[in-house]
């Protein structure tokens, strides 16, 4: 058998090393509660739930205004407004039928008391 060259008693030295470091990479590993990644991890998905949360909120709370806002004006200002155009129509000389009555349809089932 022939010497080792130099190029192989590199390579053996490289390995060796490369074991060495991967070793201590790995005890060192061991001894650290956590991965810092993890907390990039953890807080951009704190962040994106928080602003689902937001968004969810004021979509109700919009839903919330626009469903009282028709009320209101079903209940309140659609009287008026027909009792207006009643009186455009006498004035005009036309007859018009009684104007519908306002009721409505809660579609999931119960009843808001507002």
Request: charged fraction near 25%; aromatic fraction near 12%.
């Amino acid at each position: 058998m022939c010497a080792p060259s130099r190029a192989h008693r590199a390579i053996y030295f490289f390995t060796r090393f490369h074991r060495r470091h991967a070793e201590a990479q790995a005890r060192s590993l061991d001894q650290t509660p956590m991965n810092p990644y993890w907390f990039v991890v953890a807080l951009s998905s704190l962040v994106q739930f928080l602003i689902f949360v937001r968004w969810l909120h004021r979509r109700t709370r919009d839903d919330e205004i626009r469903r009282a806002f028709i009320r209101d004006m079903a209940i309140n200002h659609l009287p008026h407004l027909y009792h207006a155009l009643r009186e455009i129509a006498v004035h005009l000389g036309l007859e018009l039928k009684d104007p519908p009555h306002v009721q409505f349809m809660e579609l999931n089932g119960q009843e808001r008391k507002r």
